[in-house]
Each structure stands twice: as C-alpha cells, then as structure tokens.
Nanobody, 124 residues
C-alpha cells in the first residue's frame, strides 16, 4: 500500500488543522491506519490509530481530547483533525498502515507502512 499525506502547514497555537491521507494499492479495509510524528531532535512517536472498520480509535495521551482520527473506506482516506494545537505538536506527521490490528500501534508496536511526511508547525 502507498500512502500520501497532505494538509500540513503553519498554524497558531489554539488553532486547528486537518491532515488527510490517501492510500493506493492493496485492499484498504484490511489495513489499520494511523498517524505518527517526529519532532526535531526527537524519536518517532505514535499519535493515533483507527481500526479496519473505523469503529475503534486509539490516541496518545498527549493528543487525547484534542485530535480525532477517522477513515472513509469507500474513499480510501484517513484524516486527523487537530484542534487546540500546541507548540509541542510541531513535527513531521506520517500516515501509516498495517495489516495487524490498530491496538498494536497504540501499545508500542509501530506500523509497517509509512508514507512521506507532512510538516506541521505551531507558532506560539
């Protein structure tokens, strides 16, 4: 599966941003989907994941209550709605996919497929 993310940019603290990812190749509904991010000088970290059907979602504690992940299997897309962003959210965001259940990513398992990132910069 190939993943193409978009929607990054510059946003002020407290504002909102919406990231989108379109998948090509593979059978989309057989992949759990997620978002990871990497801030300057830091390691890649889990942000959010969604199950095959979209019924179950998982979030890092740092974004819980502010970010929402969703998917549309008919359109082969996954989105990350980012609200009340903080300067600490500044990072390159990566759309990810795996054929294993999404809960594994939330528990530190990572995801096998990763697209090119999109940069999110939050100004204070």
């Amino acid at each position: 599966v190939q993943l193409q993310a978009s929607g990054g940019g510059l946003v002020q603290a407290g504002g909102s941003l919406r990231l989108s990812c379109t998948a090509s190749g593979g059978t989309f509904r057989t992949y759990s989907m997620g978002w990871f991010r990497q801030a300057p000088g830091k390691e890649l970290e889990f942000v959010a994941a969604v199950s095959y059907t979209g019924d179950n979602t998982y979030y890092a504690d740092s974004v819980k209550g502010r970010f929402t992940i969703s998917r549309d299997n008919a359109k082969r897309t996954v989105t990350l709605q980012m609200n009340y962003v903080e300067p600490e959210d500044t990072a390159v965001y990566y759309c990810t996919a795996d054929q294993l259940p999404a809960v594994g990513a939330a528990q530190g398992g990572g995801m096998h497929y990763r697209g090119k990132g999109t940069l999110v910069t939050v100004s204070s």
